[in-house]
C-alpha cells in the first residue's frame, strides 16, 4: 500500500506517516520488503549498500569519490547490468545523487585533507608494531613515568599565517579578503616540546639574521629565547643548543632517565653530538618511523593546529589594532607569545599523547580503517617478518564478483580500487628508513662509520683536487719556460 492509501484509509496525515517511514528506514535492521510510494529506486537496497561500502571503502585508501564520480558509475552500473532508469547521457542526475545521500545518512559530502603518496605509504602496521615495540620496552625497562616522556618538533612562522580564520561578510560576495602585511616573508622556526604530563619547554626561535639583536626576545613567554642563523631554518648546532636547555629543564640524569621523542630529520638523527650528550645525561632518544609523525606524533596531532589558528588571530588583532603598520619580522615573537600561552594548555598536550597512543600506552589505538591507505601497495616490507605461517584468509573486497548483488558487471569491473603491482625488493641504492632507539651504542657505532666514511672520501676529493691544480701549474711553468 502507498502512503497515500494508507493515509485515507486509516486517516492518518500523510506527512506523519512519511516521517516514521523515514524513521524505520534509518534503522540498520529494518528491511523494507515492498517500496512505498509510486516512484521506485532505480537500485535495490542491498545494491545501494554495496555502493555505500564501495565509497567508504574507496575514501578509507584515500581515493575518495566526487559526487560527479557517483553519478557517473551509477549510469554505468545501470547501463551494463540492463536495469532500468530515466538517467540521461553519460551520467546519473544530481537529483538521484542527492536522493542517494539522504537515503544514505552514513555519507557526507567533506572536503578532503591532502595526504602525500608517501605518508599513506608508510603508515602501516608493520612500522607502527616495531615503533610501540620499542616504546613499550624503553618504558618498562627504564620505569619512565608520563612526566618524563616529552615530545619536540618544529613549524615555520611568517608575517603572514598560513591559515586564515572564516569571516562574516555579505551574501553575494563573489571574493572576500583580508588585508596581510605582505605577499611573501620571511620564516621563522619555532622549537616547540612538551611532556605526557602537559608541561611546556620554553620554547626556542630562530630568526633569518646572521646576528642577533635582543628585540627578537620582547614578547617571547617567560624563559623563551632566540637565536640567528642567515637561513632561519633548524641546523645541527642549534638543535645542540635547544637540547642543552631541554636537559637542564627535565633535570635528566642516569638515575632519573628522560624519554625524548621526535621526527627523523637529519638534524636529529645524523647528529653524533647529540648522541653522545643524550648518553652522557642519561636522555634516551626514540625516533618516529619515516613518514609517521602526521598520526604518531602529538605535536602534529594536537598542538600546531591551535598554536596556527591563535597566531593567524593575534596577527589580525595588530593590522586592526595598528592601522597603517603591517607585521615585519620584530612583531612575530610577541605574536607568536601571545599565541603560544593561549595554545600550551595541559589538555592539549595530555590529549596529543592519547590519541597517539604513546601515554597511557596503547598499541592498539589505530584500527584497520587507520592502515587502509598503505594497502594500495603490494611492496614487501623487509623490516620484520612474521613467524606465523598460517595463510590469512582474503577479506571480500566492495563490489567484487564474491559479493556482488549486481548482474554481469561489478563494481571491481566498472572502476577497481588501485592498487600496486607488486615488487620483490625496494631498489638497493636507496636506504629505507626506520624507527630507532638512537642512543643505542650500535646505532651511534654505524652513524660515526657512516662520518667516517664521508670524510675519508671528502680528503680523497680534496687531495685528487690539489693534485691537478699542482699538475695544472707544473704545465703552465714548463709552457712559460718554452716561451
Known amino acids: 500500500m502507498s502512503i497515500a492509501s494508507a493515509a485515507v484509509n486509516y486517516k492518518i496525515p500523510s506527512s506523519t506517516l512519511q516521517r516514521y517511514v523515514q524513521k524505520k528506514q534509518r534503522d540498520e535492521n529494518f528491511v523494507v520488503e515492498k517500496h512505498l510510494g509510486r516512484f521506485r529506486t532505480v537500485f535495490t537496497?542491498?545494491?545501494e549498500a554495496e555502493i555505500v561500502s564501495y565509497l567508504t571503502a574507496m575514501e578509507a585508501k584515500l581515493f575518495g569519490m566526487t559526487i560527479f564520480d557517483l553519478r557517473e558509475i551509477a549510469f554505468q552500473l545501470a547501463e551494463k547490468n540492463n536495469i532500468d532508469h530515466p538517467f540521461k547521457e553519460t551520467a546519473a542526475g544530481l537529483?538521484?545523487?542527492?536522493?542517494?545521500?539522504?537515503?544514505?545518512?552514513?555519507?557526507?559530502?567533506?572536503?578532503?585533507?591532502?595526504?602525500?603518496?608517501?605518508?599513506?605509504?608508510?603508515?602501516?602496521k608493520v612500522v607502527v608494531a616495531n615503533f610501540f615495540k620499542l616504546l613499550e620496552e624503553t618504558i618498562t625497562n627504564n620505569e619512565i613515568t608520563p612526566d618524563r616522556i616529552?615530545?619536540?618538533?618544529?613549524?615555520?612562522?611568517?608575517v603572514n599565517p598560513k591559515a586564515q580564520s572564516k569571516i562574516i561578510a555579505k551574501k553575494g560576495r563573489r571574493q572576500v579578503g583580508a588585508i596581510t602585511s605582505a605577499e611573501r616573508g620571511q620564516t621563522v622556526t619555532a622549537e616547540i616540546c612538551f611532556s605526557a604530563a602537559g608541561v611546556f619547554v620554553p620554547p626556542m626561535l630562530i630568526f633569518p639574521r646572521v646576528r642577533m639583536q635582543n628585540e627578537f626576545e620582547i614578547g617571547l613567554p617567560p624563559s623563551a629565547f632566540a637565536v640567528s642563523h642567515e637561513s632561519g631554518w633548524m641546523t645541527k648546532e642549534l638543535f645542540v643548543v635547544w637540547f642543552k636547555k631541554f636537559i637542564a629543564f627535565s633535570g635528566a640524569s642516569h638515575s632519573r632517565k628522560v624519554l625524548l621523542l621526535f621526527d627523523g630529520h637529519s638534524t636529529h638523527t645524523k647528529n653524533l653530538e647529540l648522541i653522545d650528550l643524550a648518553r652522557e645525561n642519561g636522555v634516551i632518544l626514540l625516533c618516529f618511523p619515516?613518514?609517521?609523525?602526521?598520526?604518531?606524533?602529538?605535536?602534529?596531532?594536537?598542538?600546531?593546529k591551535p598554536l596556527m589558528t591563535y597566531y593567524a588571530d593575534e596577527t589580525r588583532k595588530f593590522l586592526r589594532t595598528n592601522p597603517g603598520k603591517v607585521v615585519t619580522i620584530r612583531q612575530i615573537a610577541p605574536l607568536f607569545g601571545a599565541a603560544f600561552i593561549r595554545a600550551a594548555t595541559t589538555s592539549t598536550a595530555l590529549n596529543g599523547f592519547k590519541k597517539t597512543g604513546i601515554w597511557p600506552l596503547d598499541p592498539?589505538?589505530?584500527?584497520?580503517?587507520?592502515?587502509?591507505?598503505?594497502?594500495t601497495t603490494d611492496i614487501e616490507i623487509l623490516e620484520s617478518s612474521t613467524s606465523n605461517n598460517d595463510?590469512?584468509?582474503?577479506?571480500?573486497v566492495p563490489g567484487s564478483s564474491t559479493s556482488s548483488s549486481f548482474g554481469e558487471k561489478t563494481l571491481q569491473?566498472?572502476?577497481?580500487?588501485?592498487?600496486?603491482?607488486?615488487?620483490?625488493?625496494?631498489?638497493?641504492?636507496?636506504?629505507?628508513?626506520?624507527?630507532a632507539i638512537l642512543t643505542l651504542s650500535p646505532y651511534r657505532q654505524s652513524l660515526q662509520e657512516t662520518e667516517d666514511s664521508k670524510k675519508a672520501k671528502q680528503e680523497k676529493k680534496l687531495q685528487r683536487e690539489s693534485k691537478l691544480k699542482h699538475q695544472a701549474k707544473e704545465k703552465c711553468r714548463k709552457s712559460s719556460r718554452k716561451l
Open 95 to 124: 537529483d538521484w545523487a542527492y536522493g542517494f545521500m539522504k537515503r544514505n545518512p552514513s555519507l557526507s559530502l567533506r572536503t578532503p585533507e591532502a595526504t602525500s603518496a608517501a605518508r599513506a605509504m608508510g603508515f602501516n
Open 391 to 396: 595463510e590469512e584468509l582474503p577479506t571480500p
Open 290 to 304: 619515516p613518514h609517521c609523525s602526521h598520526k604518531l606524533q602529538p605535536g602534529d596531532v594536537s598542538f600546531m
Open 45 to 47: 537496497m542491498e545494491q
Open 413 to 435: 569491473e566498472i572502476m577497481p580500487i588501485p592498487k600496486v603491482q607488486a615488487q620483490s625488493a625496494p631498489r638497493a641504492s636507496r636506504k629505507r628508513g626506520a624507527t
Open 364 to 375: 592498539n589505538i589505530f584500527t584497520d580503517i587507520d592502515f587502509m591507505p598503505s594497502t
Open 150 to 158: 616529552y615530545n619536540c618538533d618544529e613549524t615555520g612562522f611568517t
